[in-house]
């Protein structure tokens, strides 16, 4: 059997997807698409609104002093909603309808913003401003909530987060203030505007602001009624039940969230984390311009370090979903915030400014990774009955500390008293945001070490080797493990993976049993007969058709979720059956069979080797196939000694079991050992559960 570039021994299903395809099979989702809308436009109206806010300010008082805390108040009010009341956004959008949560909040942002313009005084202003930002602080929530529910997998959260960073972040930054741009500046060559057009303009823009939100308003209560569904993704086991919040008051909610917390280790270290991560970023943000100065690089280094933090960020954020195929959300958010912390290290220890550039580069690198594996997490791993309240309390701690910590940084600094000295030569000047930097370093490193102890699952892999895995070139898989069971159509190769899979259940890892995609004879014959396919091409696509859906619907689920996978003659013995039965080409049909799997390959290949029944030179037209099917099995063992144990399987069903069973624990040993059953059983075969024969593969005629 030819080696495939790439799919080595677990090589991860997907791996090669590209950022594009991701992107379009999650804009391939109306509702999604829609929504993805939706955040457009509210992301222009929250952007515009504080550009549109701090110009009416200053044209609305004549006091110099007044118009320079114009800025300030408009961001101060607009921020603090959000950290009083965010808990109550969380609280409604897990209690209530989150699309009519949305809606609510859109009309109360139009109806506020309106009314300032209206009104024009500037104590209604920030009067209004702070109602628009207790409306956000329920809308944000609610949407954060719902997106999971819209998608068709959970794996695609990662990539509708992606798509909402460079919708908030990105694009929106870039539509509102150009927009703020040509609406002032169209008076100047248009004079549409009279008396004090400034002020008018500055109105027009507040009104047109108030109006992007009543759009989203009408978008999402007439075009996206999906927005209401809950627990599409439902997890197995859930810590909240929906149904018991019926009883619970607002007190009891509130409490009930902050006690999930306490009570799982993954939210637990999440926060943790994140907690770090923020206070990190706090001391970054309040001590940059003073530590660009203390470069003695020129005005020019605030912006050089701005630009490359942000190219760090975004840099992190587009390349986090190829390290989770890698490295596991929960292992990756955590090494993520240790490793900013030794990046941010590195940058207040740096004499330089091309060494300052590159490790705020890493810093927005690492940072970008863990913001995108923390909402991820939220998305995928938190059960829908408190997605709210949790997406609520990060979002909080995330201002909370912010605002925090760019406050008391600046008053840090100002303590130490600033001194000249010459690092290799060149003169660097040492103040005190060198030590706050360091302090948030290890503030970060303390978190992120919590978080990850907290998160991780104890998976078999070491750390040291995910952390190789994840930057090799053909990566091996992480996350579950997957064993085939392979033997023609002569070999009852279902009663052996049934009991293989009730053995390896006294083992630390969940065991789920994939039967054969081509022994489902009810779908495969439903598509060969309802198409009418007579050929054996045209059979061997619809049986890799049956195949494909099967690996993504339930086999690749249950690797990302760290099961051990059973499958019977998941590749190879279909692949040997068309080889020698229908003559097609051997190397056309793995390559099929590679994209129809997405290139996945068994960590393990159980090969039942015995004689068909009869003698080899029997004339039967399906003696001589048996024949040439275990010879091409044989062959592919041979080829691949590795990732295959070949069992003899001449004997009673009781009898090759326990050969499995013994050929296996040689394999268990060392980083695999939690695979094996900490304790024997029997063999059992329940009769009465397994299929006395098993069916024959397709029958597909040589041409």
């Known amino acids: ?114 009314s300032i313009a209206i009104v024009g005084a500037p104590w209604w202003l920030l009067v209004g401003n702070f109602l628009v930002g207790c409306a956000s602080s329920m809308w944000i929530p609610s949407k954060e909530a719902a997106v999971p529910n819209l998608l068709r997998r959970p794996d695609q959260v990662e990539t509708a987060n992606q798509l909402g960073m460079v919708m908030t972040y990105g694009l929106a930054v870039i539509t509102a203030a150009g927009a703020n741009a040509i609406i002032t500046g169209v008076n100047t060559t248009f004079h549409l505007f009279g008396d004090n057009a400034s002020l008018s303009i500055a109105k027009l823009v507040v009104i047109i602001t108030g109006l992007l939100y009543l759009a989203s308003a009408i978008i999402l209560a007439t075009r996206i009624p999906e927005l209401s569904l809950r627990n599409v993704h439902a997890l197995p086991e859930q810590k909240l039940k929906p149904a018991d919040e019926e009883r619970f008051g607002v007190g009891q909610m509130i409490a009930d969230g902050f006690r999930f917390i306490r009570s799982t280790p993954l939210v637990r270290g999440l926060l943790v984390g994140a907690f770090g991560a923020f206070a990190a970023g706090g001391a970054v943000i309040g001590s940059a311009k003073p530590y660009s100065s203390s470069l003695l690089a020129g005005d020019s280094a605030f912006n050089l370090l701005v630009l490359a933090v942000f190219l760090g960020l975004a840099t992190g954020m587009a390349t986090a979903p190829k390290l989770a195929r890698r490295l596991p959300h929960d292992r990756l958010f955590g090494i993520s915030i240790v490793a900013a912390a030794v990046s941010l290290t590195v940058v207040a220890l740096s004499p330089h400014l091309a060494f300052s550039l590159v490790a705020v580069f890493f810093v927005g690198i690492w940072a970008g990774t863990a913001f995108l594996t923390g909402v991820t997490i939220i998305g995928s791993r938190v059960e829908d009955a408190i997605r709210g309240r949790i997406n609520a309390i990060y979002q909080l701690m995330m201002k909370l500390v ?302």
Not at 66 to 76: P, S
Not at 438 to 451: E, N, P, Q
Request: overall charge neutral.
């Open 1 to 114: 059997m030819r080696s495939v570039p790439g799919a080595g021994p677990g090589a991860s299903s997907g791996a090669e997807a590209s950022t594009i395809n991701r992107v379009r099979r999650v804009l391939a989702i109306k509702p999604f698409r829609r929504l993805w809308g939706v955040t457009y436009l509210c992301s222009v109206a929250d952007w515009l609104n504080i550009l549109a806010l701090t110009g009416l300010a200053t044209k609305l008082t004549d006091n110099y002093f007044a118009q320079n805390f114009a800025f300030v108040g408009v961001v101060l009010t607009g921020l603090a909603p959000g950290l009083l009341f965010a808990p109550i956004g969380g609280l409604l959008a897990d209690r209530f309808d989150r699309r009519k949560v949305m809606v609510v909040a859109d009309l109360l942002r139009c109806g506020f913003l309106l």
């Open 402 to 703: 912010l605002f925090g910590t760019t406050v008391t940084v600046p008053l840090l600094v100002g303590l130490v008293h600033q001194r000249n000295v010459t690092v290799w030569g060149s003169e660097l000047s040492i103040d005190g945001t060198r030590p706050v930097m360091l302090g948030g370093a290890v503030i970060a490193l303390v978190a992120g070490l919590f978080a990850y102890r907290q998160m991780d699952d104890k998976r078999t892999e070491p750390i040291l080797a995910d952390l190789r895995n994840a930057l090799r070139l053909t990566p091996r898989r992480v996350n579950g493990f997957l064993i085939a069971v392979e033997g023609t159509t002569a070999i009852n190769t279902a009663i052996q993976a049934v009991n293989l899979a009730d053995w390896l259940r006294g083992g630390t890892r969940p065991v789920v049993v994939a039967a054969d995609p081509a022994l489902d004879d009810q779908r495969l014959t439903a598509l060969v007969s309802g198409a009418s396919l007579t050929g054996a091409r045209a059979q061997a696509l619809a049986a890799a058709a049956v195949r494909a859906d099967i690996v993504e619907r339930h086999v690749q689920p249950a690797l990302d979720a760290g099961s051990v996978v059973v499958m019977e003659r998941f590749v190879d013995s279909p692949l040997a059956h068309l080889s020698a039965v229908a003559g097609l080409d051997s190397d056309e049909l793995e390559g099929l069979a590679d994209w129809a799997t997405g290139r996945l390959r068994p960590d393990l290949t159980v090969l039942l080797d015995a004689a068909p029944n009869g003698a080899p030179r029997d004339k039967s037209t399906a003696m001589n196939d048996q024949w040439r099917v275990q010879h091409l099995l044989t062959e592919m063992a041979a080829a691949d000694p590795d990732r295959y144990v070949v069992i003899d399987a001449d004997g009673t069903d009781v009898e090759v079991a326990e050969r499995i069973r013994t050929a296996l624990r040689a394999v268990f040993v060392g980083r695999l050992s939690a695979l094996a059953p900490t304790t024997e059983k029997p063999v059992t075969l329940p009769m009465e559960t397994l299929p006395v024969e098993t069916p024959e593969e397709p029958r597909v005629e040589a041409k």
